[in-house]
């Protein structure tokens, strides 16, 4: 019975979802004739999805998006955040990606729809837009307290050369 609830839930966002994207054409371009109609994938909490996405011919005016979601590559899909945070979360608390894999896709009753790579990408997407913070806050922190920042630097516990990092 749930397998069927999240394929109705699943169903009815794709309906919606291509609701939205045709509404928008007809405001933009007037008609549905200007239109070129793709199948537009997301990646989110409650399953993959596809459904048809009606993409605007390109026009003069630069404030006119040819489709109100992002563009997406050849073979990508749409991450929304939800399905980001549960990435990431699971990814990093599982042994593997592959165990947080089939984790995730065993809740959203959808057997081999993301697999571990996409999980593994977007965790170490997510660590490098991070790792520049990491460099600035401490320094700027220093500054604010007026400390040296050999005195703000966390101090590591001794590797096996005895080196502190």
């Known amino acids: 019975m749930l397998q069927t609830h999240y394929e109705a839930v699943q169903d009815a966002l794709a309906h919606h979802l291509s609701a939205v994207s045709r509404q928008y ?31 605007v011919e390109p026009t003069n005016r630069p404030d006119i998006a040819p489709s109100p979601f992002p563009a997406l590559h ?32 065993r809740v959203r009753h959808q057997p081999d729809a993301t697999p571990s790579r996409t999980l593994r990408e977007n965790t170490e997407a997510e660590g490098r ?11 700027a922190s220093c500054r604010h307290t007026g400390l040296l920042p050999r005195e703000c630097l966390r101090r590591g516990p001794p ?7």
């Open 25 to 55: 054409a007809l405001e933009v371009a007037g008609s549905l004739e200007q239109c070129q109609v793709k199948p537009y994938r997301v990646d989110g909490e409650v399953g993959r999805i596809t459904f048809d996405c009606y993409w």
């Open 129 to 139: 837009q991070v790792m520049p913070s990491w460099n600035i806050r401490p320094r």
């Open 74 to 105: 050849a073979q990508e899909w749409y991450r929304t955040a939800g399905f980001k945070e549960i990435a990431l979360a699971y990814s990093t608390t599982e042994e593997s990606y592959r165990q947080a894999a089939d984790l995730i896709n």
């Open 159 to 165: 590797t096996a050369s005895g080196r502190v990092w």
